[in-house]
């Protein structure tokens, strides 16, 4: 951008005005006054605005971005579908797994997301916003929580498949020797889009900040971010639910797979080795514990391990559990008393830390702050130890509180609090470590803030919703099914929440409808059948009656297409009676 100015007038010359380089003084009476006989001002530049620059910034790496997805999509997955067809790399279904919605993913960016931010940059001067735009757009963003979810599953079937099709490897490795790959690998471009969103997020808070007050775009910004933020949320959601998941059927695996302890609802806190301790020769035996958040099991390791690794030998509710710790026993340092209804266990710890009584309360010790604590090292826990929320590799990091040495993630380590044994400087503690240090009282409601996607309550979001009842979500071969309670809630209107009951306080199930078509299928055996299909994901729906399918296609297809409003002459909290 530039600007006009008159520069000062010619030294001796009121008024007169500098020339430019190419243009020499005119004659004027009596006096020779330098004038430009091609313009009679000087253009000067003006310096961007702040705001601008940054919305440059995220239009310049939007078409550096498009760019890398044709790559995925046109080049790589385009090539390798090719061969797969003719049967000479791997199957097709595997092509597919990889590369999972990038199609859509790309669609969209190439011919909405950019087209629409490059229209708007050449208008800036005229209307300087991009906030709306980015509202506009941001509710398709949900379409990455499927990439994103398959992004580790991707990486490990490239892996394995190059290794089994020595022709799949030769042809992605041509690919990635051509200049438009950059000297880079297929995994290192997939990563591309699971990127992206923190960088979306990231971009528009800089833009938020620097926007002046009287911009016409707060509003607007202000509202894509919280738009952009729950995007994020969904997707890191939806990774901390898949890996939680995955880790929980592992150690439901160990135990044996009994009906009374599978449960997915479940959260595994910490699991070890322990010694227990004889009351009669004082001898001890090696244990093994898990803590979830409502049960201690305590099990006896297997000698051989066919079918399981342990075996459970006592199950301790955590709502009936007390733990004591023992500190004279100079013969067992770090013992512990557990005790339930039935039964009290002396077990013996590795170290002070190890014990579960530590990670049931919090010891707010005269210690506490004085004394450098014994951090708990980073691979022996998988969430957070204050919110339970699992650690992932994009937003939700590791954090260790300096007061009390536990591993907790940003959030809940987002204070500062003078510690005595680092000559009182601050340092970042844990909220709990916080109070207790301070004396201060934490008015914001975190606790709100810790709440994952699933844990909304049934009877809630269905009092507030688009469209709400029972039906019933069949399985593969389409012959047997969970029936459960459905619900779109008003305020989250492009997800599909699934819960056990109308009275749960969570749901067990959520899928983004986002980009998924919605099929009506013949009517067979008197149920009324409807499908949601999107690249190879497909779920198969029986409603009660057909006038009840009617309307969840309809709702559904709103949805999918991202149209977030009631439809009109329809009720927006319309729901059906529960079985």
């Known amino acids: 951008m530039h600007r006009w100015a008159q520069p000062a007038p010619s030294q001796g010359v009121p008024g007169a005005v500098l020339p430019c380089a190419d243009c020499r003084p005119l004659s004027a009476g009596l006096h020779s006054i330098p004038r430009c ?207 939680r998941l995955q880790k929980l059927w592992v150690v439901y695996q160990r135990l044996g797979l009994e009906d009374d302890i599978v449960d997915p609802s479940n959260e595994l806190i910490k699991e070890g080795p322990i010694q227990k301790i004889s009351t009669r020769n004082k001898s001890t035996s090696e244990k093994y514990l898990f803590l979830f958040n409502n049960m201690l099991l305590y099990c006896v390791p297997k000698v051989i391990q066919v079918g399981a690794e342990f075996q459970v030998h006592l199950r301790i509710d955590v709502d009936s559990m007390k733990v004591r710790q023992e500190l004279n026993d100079t013969q067992f340092p770090h013992t512990f008393l557990v005790s339930g209804k039935q039964r009290t266990l002396e077990l013996q710890a590795r170290s002070e830390l190890a014990s579960p009584s530590n990670t049931v309360s919090h010891p707010q010790t005269e210690e506490l702050g004085r004394r450098a604590p014994q951090w708990v090292r980073d691979n022996l826990v998988t969430m957070c130890m204050r919110c339970k929320e699992p650690f992932n590799a994009i937003v939700r990091r590791r954090h260790h509180c300096r007061a009390c040495g536990y591993v907790v993630c940003a959030r809940c380590s987002d204070y500062r609090a003078e510690l005595q044994y680092d000559r009182n400087r601050l340092n970042r503690v844990c909220q709990e470590c916080y109070v207790f240090l301070t004396g201060h009282v934490v008015l914001e409601d975190r606790e709100g803030k810790h709440k994952g996607i699933l844990e909304k309550g049934a009877a809630e979001v269905s009092g507030k919703s688009l469209l709400c009842s029972s039906l019933q979500l069949l399985d593969k071969n389409g012959k047997g099914g969970t029936r459960g309670w459905f619900v779109i809630p008003q305020d989250d209107p492009l997800v599909l929440y699934i819960y056990a009951a109308p009275q749960d306080v969570r749901a067990h199930t959520s899928i983004p409808l986002l980009g998924y078509q919605v099929k009506d299928l013949p009517q067979g055996d008197s149920r009324h059948l409807f499908q949601l299909a999107q690249s190879r994901q497909l779920y198969t729906f029986v409603a009660d009656t057909e006038e009840l399918k009617r309307r969840w296609m309809r709702v559904m297809a709103r949805s999918a297409a991202g149209i977030t409003r009631p439809e009109e002459g329809e009720d927006a909290d319309s729901c059906e009676e529960a079985d």
């Open 37 to 243: 006989n091609c313009r009679p001002w000087a253009l000067l530049p003006m310096q961007e605005p702040e705001e601008k620059k940054i919305a440059l910034e995220l239009l310049e790496t939007e078409q550096a971005y498009v760019n890398r997805l044709h790559l995925l999509d046109q080049v790589f997955y385009t090539e390798l579908m090719k061969e797969a067809k003719n049967g000479k790399t791997v199957p097709e279904e595997v092509v597919k797994m990889i590369f999972s919605n990038i199609s859509s993913i790309y669609q969209f960016h190439a011919k909405f997301f950019l087209p629409e931010l490059q229209k708007r940059m050449e208008d800036w001067s005229c209307n300087p916003r991009i906030g709306d735009v980015i509202q506009k757009l941001a509710p398709f963003l949900k379409m990455y929580g499927e990439y994103v979810k398959n992004f580790d599953k991707a990486v490990e079937l490239i892996t394995v498949w190059s290794e089994k099709s020595p022709p799949f490897q030769e042809l992605i490795a041509d690919i990635q020797k051509r200049k438009v790959c950059a000297n880079l690998t297929l995994q290192h471009h997939m990563l591309e889009p699971v990127q992206r969103i923190p960088r979306y997020e990231l971009l528009l808070k800089d833009y938020v900040r620097k926007l002046p007050p009287e911009s016409p775009d707060q509003d607007n910004a202000e509202k894509a971010l919280e738009m952009i933020f729950m995007v994020a949320k969904h997707s890191n959601a939806a990774i901390a639910e898949m890996e």
